[in-house]
């Protein structure tokens, strides 16, 4: 299985800065087809995950312009350009590459 | 507007079984993969098991595997997970998740399950 680590664990943030969480994958995510199946899921407090983004870099509809994703291999990384109150959460990456899919272990992102 | 609700989990004791269900709106069904994550109380995602759309072909976590079995019912838009010899670490919020190849582009809000005697 491809085992996702994600630094740091947690991430104390200040309102209007930025913030970035680094995600590593055992092995390569490149696909057969060329791909690269990485995404990026954030969880708000007692709320379920939801996407912001896929493959690598592309934002997932009504994700805000200041989420955005880069990387390649096996390195990749979520940056929040200037961070608001309704950022906090946990922000986990997901390999989609190959079954079964895994995740990182999670990021908390706090105030 | 997709909609994904989950249904059936409850108490149940160890090497007990239950069956979830989840019930999708708001598009087409039938040739949508899907796919069921958990997450143990206080700890992160796992993804559990995954069903594609065109042929049904069945994915599991090999913690699930040969415990749980995940299927569909197209005539009534509505995703199942079968879940027997329930363990004590079975115990998650499980939640069904709308699939598009590599993305998991719409959830559920999770149904609990609780593995205790």
């Known amino acids: 299985d491809i085992v996702m680590t994600q630094t740091p664990l947690s991430s104390p943030v200040t309102l209007g800065q930025p913030a970035s969480i680094s995600c590593r994958s055992s092995?390569?995510?490149?696909?057969?087809?060329?791909?690269?199946?990485l995404s990026w899921l954030q969880q708000r407090p007692g709320q379920p995950p939801r996407l912001l983004i896929y493959?690598?870099?592309n934002r997932f509809s009504g994700v805000p312009d200041r989420f955005s994703g880069s990387g390649a291999g096996t390195d990749f990384t979520l940056r929040i350009s200037r961070v608001e109150a309704e950022d906090v959460g946990v922000y986990y990456c997901?390999?989609?590459?190959?079954?079964?899919?895994?995740f990182g272990q999670g990021t908390k992102v706090e105030i | 507007e997709v909609q994904l609700l989950e249904s059936g989990g409850g108490l149940v004791q160890p090497g007990g079984s239950l069956r979830l269900s989840c019930t999708a709106s708001?598009?087409?069904?039938?040739?949508?993969?899907m796919t069921w994550v958990r997450q143990a109380p206080g700890k992160g995602l796992e993804w559990v098991s995954a069903?594609?759309?065109?042929?049904?072909?069945?994915f599991y976590a090999d913690s699930v595997k040969g415990r749980f079995t995940i299927s569909r019912d197209n005539s009534k838009n509505t995703l199942y997970l079968q879940m027997n010899s329930l363990r004590v670490e079975d115990t998650a919020i499980y939640y069904c998740?709308?699939?598009?190849?590599?993305?998991?582009?719409?959830w559920g809000q999770g149904t609990l399950v609780t593995v205790s005697s």
């Open positions: 069903i594609n759309g065109v042929n049904s072909d069945t």
């Open positions: 708001g598009f087409i069904f039938s040739p949508s993969a």
């Open positions: 998740a709308k699939t598009d190849y590599d993305l998991l582009d719409y």
């Open positions: 493959k690598i870099s």
């Open positions: 997901m390999q989609a590459t190959q079954f079964p899919r895994t």
């Open positions: 092995q390569s995510l490149v696909h057969s087809n060329g791909n690269t199946y």
